[in-house]
């Protein structure tokens, strides 16, 4: 994969400009072991700009390994990952794992892809608005009120304009939740990564998350969703990812997984969860 600019605030050394045409997200026969066991078995995968891939399967399928390769939480065994055309500068360390060449580069690549956790994993120790400006103003170096009033503007949109003080402990799961959303639309993220993001929540909590996730679809944000909402993911996805064993069985159009699978497991899967 050439390696070109990512965009924006997010440019080579070179000065080199973004392919309009290059994928959000690419990922070239991705390998992860864990202890060695191989968990994902050379995954490849696209996500052109304004994609909404959702990627669903069973419990232990590579799901959420997968997402967390695509911003190095979890370091890859082998393959390759490009953000908006920049391949990550990558090399084997001793214990086989592929670990950053540059660091900086990794960093500069990372501030811009947003992930959204099962858990929230906001700041306990800051407010709600102390989330959303965190990143923007420490690691993006925005300025400080511009990043205040980006932010008010972000939680009036998820529905928390009149929490902007409280402290994560004292907010149900699906504001939080809501909260980590608007955390990572502060940095403008050249693609949403979400993992479960309802897992986590009790059932009347679910539909205030899913519907901001929503309109998020509607404005053709690129996003890589995990999730077990089968419906959901027939209604906003633009392709749907079935995966089974670390590998990708079957994808396609939500008209084509959810009406016409072809893999006899993907359909036990669809029975079992619908």
Known sequence: MQQQAVTGDVT????TAPSATAPAVEIRALRKSFSGVEVLKGISLTARQGDIVAIIGGSGSGKSTLLRCINLLEKPSAGEIAIQGEPYQLRPDKDGALVPVDRRQIQ?????????????????????LGNVIEVPVHVLKMPREAAIARARTLLERVGLGDKLDVYPSFLSGGQQQRAAIARVLAVDPLAMLFDEPTSALDPELVGEVLSVIRDLAAEHRTMLL?????????DVATHVVFLRDGIIEEQGSPAQIFESPQSENLKQFIRSVA
């Open 12 to 15: 080579q050394p070179d000065g």
């Open 226 to 234: 995990v999730t077990h909402e089968m419906a959901f993911a027939r």
């Open 108 to 128: 500069r690549i990372r501030a811009h892809l947003g992930m959204v956790f099962q858990s929230f994993n906001l700041w306990p120790h800051r407010t709600v």
